[in-house]
């Protein structure tokens, strides 16, 4: 017999205005962000890589992926560590805030035909205090496409690229 999950726990981010979330489960570690490597001939939303003891991490700006203007101050700025088909990602958000536990009847599908940021990566919706919170896909942020360009498949994905990318 099978339980159905009553709560999740999750990490709130701030992007922009916005607040959004992330499951607990998904993420490896939030660190400080390091000097990033650049990329050349990255993904627009790609800032570059890390190393993070002695694995080669691409760096994904979620502010570009959602295409909200530059951040005015770093100095919060976060990376979740978290893996995309079980590849290391480092996704950059502007701060994290808080890490909070949303009962899953609390959670509501995302409003149809509302232009929200970010709205194609959303799992749901809540209110966290009266403010609406977004809980992201983690496996929808990058397109199929994008995850072949970060060498993130291996042959046992269905892909056979010539060679595998150190930086996923």
Known sequence: MTEELQEIQVACLRMDDGLYAVDIMRIREIIRVPKL????RALPFVEGVINLRGSVIPVVDLRKRFGLPPAENKETA???ILSISGQPLALMVDEVTEMIT???RELKAPPRGVRIVGSEYMVGLCLVQEVPVMLLNIDALLTFQEKAQLGCFTPQT?????KKSQAC
Not at 37 to 40: D, K, M, W
Not at 158 to 162: K, L, S
């Open 158 to 162: 269905g892909t056979n690229p010539t």
């Open 78 to 80: 976060r990376l979740l």
């Open 37 to 40: 490597a650049p990329l050349p």
């Open 102 to 104: 949303i009962p899953m």
